[in-house]
């Protein structure tokens, strides 16, 4: 044990004494070979050297493990950040894909409140043009009315005045001026004229136009035989009931119309209450669906986010990891250079200290 202890510090020394500037290194070492036998001195650095190489082996083994935990650990946090990354990416896209959705659906949205808008104002329309048609009704049955009450007139007129141009009527002991009265029938027929003509220039009727013509002709001739002729007073009746006929047809006419129309248009609007009702509903079912994408994006966010901390996390590991790595490895670099040393220390004795 003393001779290994010896040997030992001889070594580290010469090691020490290589770098020394005042003594030589070959004085070193013939100063120590007299210190004991060459035989013991070489069988203690051998048994010295063989355990140097059994560590060296064993250390070096170690640090090998060591590294390539280093090495695995490093790679294991690598993947893990990387397959966390791809997770992000598909997430932001499943995002991108659902807002894009989203978009469409609320197009769609947008699309249905316009229609709906557009039906709303357009019923409002539609009830004015049935108001429309509700007032012409009423305009067209009134001067209808007018018409009627001229030819009654007329007709009445023509009845009154039938008998003779003139004859006498006891009312209550009163004998009437009968030249009066013609007079009177006479200014009553003037004024039926003039609205029968005004009646004629409204119409848009050709037919209508053309029996006020005539029925305007018979009237103009000698007007005290107007009456008196029951052939000329036939003709006018005939004429008079001709247009009333043609004004009641008219009439049948205007009201099937105006019903006509008042059904289209109400259907009409029974179509756009439909289209709405059922666009309101889409509505209801669409603005869920925005609803139901948003709260999958907040929850694909939340995830983001997580695993963007994870990452964060992961890389100051790593680099936790790395460092130690990296000191791992000088540790060991710095063991291959001592034994590197010790071995040229050790050769460089073996070679040029001892006769062989």
Not at 188 to 217: P, Q, V
Request: glycine share 2%; proline share 1%.
């Amino acid at each position: 044990m003393r001779t290994f202890s010896t040997i030992l510090s001889l070594i580290f020394f010469i090691s020490f004494a290589r770098f020394a500037k005042s003594t030589s290194y070959s004085e070193i070492v013939y100063n120590v070979v007299d210190i004991t036998e060459n035989t013991e001195i070489i069988n203690a650095i051998n048994q010295i050297h063989n355990g140097f190489i059994e560590s060296k082996i064993k250390l070096t083994a170690y640090d090998d493990q060591l590294l390539q935990k280093c090495n695995w650990a490093m790679r294991s946090g690598q993947m893990k950040t990387q397959e966390m990354t791809l997770k992000i990416r598909d997430l932001k896209n499943s995002i991108a894909d659902l807002e894009n959705q989203k978009n469409q659906v609320n197009e769609s949205i947008n699309q249905a409140v316009e229609k709906i808008k557009s039906n709303a104002e357009e019923i409002e329309g539609i009830k004015v043009n049935i108001e429309t048609e509700n007032e012409h009704l009423s305009y067209e049955e009134n001067e209808i009315g007018v018409r009627a009450n001229v030819f009654r007139r007329l007709l009445n007129l023509v009845e009154d005045e039938l008998v003779a141009e003139k004859r006498t009527t006891e009312m209550n002991k009163f004998n009437v001026d009968k030249d009066f009265s013609g007079k009177t029938s006479f200014v009553e027929l003037e004024r039926i004229r003039n609205d029968l003509l005004k009646i004629s220039n409204n119409s848009k009727n050709s037919m209508t136009k053309s029996m006020i013509t005539s029925l305007l002709m018979i009237t103009e001739s000698s007007k005290k035989a107007l009456f008196s002729d029951p052939e000329i007073v036939g003709r006018v009746k005939n004429s008079i009931n001709n247009l009333v006929s043609l004004e009641k047809e008219h009439l049948q006419q205007v009201r099937n119309s105006h019903g006509s129309k008042v059904a289209d248009y109400k259907n009409l609007i029974a179509e756009k209450v439909n289209e709405s009702e059922g666009l309101n509903e889409s509505l209801l079912k669409n603005k869920a669906e925005v609803e139901s994408k948003n709260f999958e994006v907040e929850n694909l966010n939340i995830e983001i986010s997580g695993l963007e901390k994870s990452i964060d996390r992961a890389v100051r590991k790593n680099q936790v990891q790395v460092d130690l790595c990296n000191k791992q490895q000088q540790l060991s670099d710095k063991h291959q250079e001592t034994f590197m040393n010790l071995e040229f220390h050790y050769n460089e004795l073996a070679n040029n200290s001892f006769p062989q």
